[in-house]
Every structure is written in C-alpha cells, then in structure tokens.
C-alpha cells in the first residue's frame, strides 16, 4: 500500500514508507501522546503482563490504519470533525475513515525527523500491542514498551520529536537501525533499561 499520513506529515510518510521497507508490510501512523486510564490500567495488571504504566501508552489516529491490522474493520465518519463541521447533522463530509482496534502483537514505533539545524535524527522503540479494549473511537489500541516514560520524556519530548510516530507491525529496529546508520544518521535514540541512564537524566532519581 501507499503511505498516508495526516496533518500533512510529510516526515510522517517517509518514516512510514521506511517501516513497509523494513517489514514489506503495510503500515501506519498514530499520536502516542495519549496515557491508560487507571481503571483499565487495573484490568491490564491484574492479567498476565509484567509492565509498569508508565511502559503504557494508548496509540491514536482518525483512522488510517490498514484493515489487515484492525480487528473488525469498519468504515465510519471522523468524529471530532463532525462535531465541528456537521453539528447534530447526518455525517457527510466526515465520512471516511476506518475505525477499529489494533490487532494484537509485535509493534515497532519509529520517527525520521529533520531537526531546526537541518540534521536528520531519530527514534526506534519495539514493543507490542496488547490485547486490552481501549473503549474509544478510531484507530487504536494499547501498546507496551519496557521503560517507555522514560523514553518519552528523554527522547521524545527532549529531542523535540512530533507526537506522531510511524507504527510498523513487526519488530524491525534492527533493519531500522542498519538503514539510518547506512544513510548516515548518528542521533538516533532507543529505550534504555532501568538503571541506564539517558545524558539528562538525574542520577539520584525522579521527584
């Protein structure tokens, strides 16, 4: 398939077309900027999983996602969208997306991005989607990485990394990695686990 990415992302795309690269698989573009309510953090610890909630984040978008990778695909209208174009109307002009829960599995979530000194860098993080009902609308679903708060917040937020992230549904950071490397990125950031500290993170702990 063809790469779509929203908000006219055109990093966005290009990390995309590098993750069908890696896998040659489709793929998709999601906001990781959305954290697990407490009550279903409750049901995830209470299963068999061993992350913390800071590992977990909920993966977002309008809904782009490839059906292959939803479970019970459905065409719907853009909710948001309506309410701001259509009001109480029938949706119209918002139809279109396509709306369901991420399929359960590996994930890899991974960002090329040009910085404001005109250098390339970026982010590679392998996970899994886990098979929890994120009670929403689009495209979404929960995914686990090991030490993601971290990662989020020196990474992410320090490296000045877009909130959407290119989600390959595979593990692919070693095919990722080998391909920036080859195209001559030096920056590029990964998970590091607890007791690694990142260049800013304080050694004597978080408050």
């Given at each position: ?13 290009l990390?995309e ?7 040659q ?12 309510p407490p ?7 209470s299963?068999r999983h061993?992350?913390?909630?800071t ?45 369901g829960?991420?399929?359960p ?7 090329l991005?040009?910085?404001a ?6 982010y590679i993080?392998?996970?899994e ?7 929403s ?8 990485i ?6 989020y917040?020196?990474?992410l937020?320090e ?13 692919c ?20 686990p607890a007791?690694?500290?990142y ?5 004597f702990?978080?408050s």
């Amino acid at each position: 398939g063809i790469p779509v990415a929203c908000e006219a992302d055109v990093y966005g795309a290009l990390s995309e077309y590098l993750a069908v690269c890696a896998t040659q698989l489709p793929a998709t573009l999601l906001d990781i900027n959305n954290t697990v309510p407490p009550d279903m953090w409750a049901e995830i610890k209470s299963g068999r999983h061993s992350y913390q909630r800071t590992d977990l984040f909920m993966g977002f978008h309008c809904g782009n996602t490839p059906a292959e990778f939803l479970l019970n695909p459905t065409l719907k209208y853009q909710l948001i969208m309506h309410r701001l174009l259509e009001g109480d109307r029938e949706p119209k002009i918002t139809r279109g997306t396509l709306e369901g829960r991420l399929r359960p599995g590996e994930v890899t979530i991974f960002r090329l991005q040009a910085a404001a000194s005109r250098e390339l860098k970026a982010y590679i993080a392998e996970g899994e989607i886990l098979d929890v009902d994120p009670r929403s609308f689009g495209c979404l679903g929960v995914l686990a990485i090991k030490e993601m708060g971290r990662f989020y917040r020196h990474v992410l937020l320090e490296k000045q990394f877009p909130h959407h992230a290119a989600v390959a549904f595979r593990h692919c950071g070693r095919s990722l990695w080998a391909g920036l490397r080859l195209l001559g990125l030096t920056e590029i950031g990964v998970p590091l686990p607890a007791g690694s500290l990142y260049p800013s993170e304080n050694p004597f702990g978080q408050s």
